[in-house]
């Protein structure tokens, strides 16, 4: 069995015309581990996320990835179909990945109880909150069964519990073998991280030459 890993080695990034946003970042992600990517306002957290998401192509730098057949990605703007229900919304990737309904919507619900989200799974996707449509889908994105889960601030929309609650699920998603990144500027999602990349330290700020 081959590892699974992705291996970041000197990437520096910018837009055309912009300052470097990051510069000669260096980093490996393997399964289980949680990382933070850390950095203020605009300093390429999300730039970095579609770099390994292979959206983006680094001005420098390389990304040599193993076992990684499956990418999924939650953004910060959560969408969904307006009239279908929440539970739909996840029992969908496990129907396309080959479930029958029963079981494929019992899972559905029991990863939705753990995103904190079992008392809206009736409801229609446009009758959510801010915060529990991001964490629908958190939980859609689970049932796809990623290898590597890419998160764009997670907990930018919750009060404190609800954060833990998603924090502390992104950890059990980690242990259960997946490479879980997530973009965050909060602290207590920064310290529920096994390990950070702190972008601040990374060329941040730097004007091009
Ligand atoms: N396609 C693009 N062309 C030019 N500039 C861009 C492009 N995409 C992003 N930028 C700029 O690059 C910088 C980094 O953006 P990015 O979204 O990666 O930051 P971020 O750290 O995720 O910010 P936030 O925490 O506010 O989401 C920003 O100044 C942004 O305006």
Redesign the pocket.
Known sequence: MSATYVRATGLTHR??G?AT?FADLGFELRPGRITGVC??????????LSILAGWLTPVEGTLAMSGIDRTGWVF?NPYGVPARSALDHVTLPLLARGWDRPPAEKRAAAVMAGFDLAQVADQPFRELSGGESQRLMLARAVCSAPDLLLV??PTAQLDLSTAATVNATLGNIAQEGTIVVI?T?DPHTREACTEVID?ETAGCGEVAA
């Open positions: 837009f055309p912009t946003l950095g203020p306002s605009g300093c390429g957290k999300s730039t970095l910060q764009d601030e973009a500027h972008m």
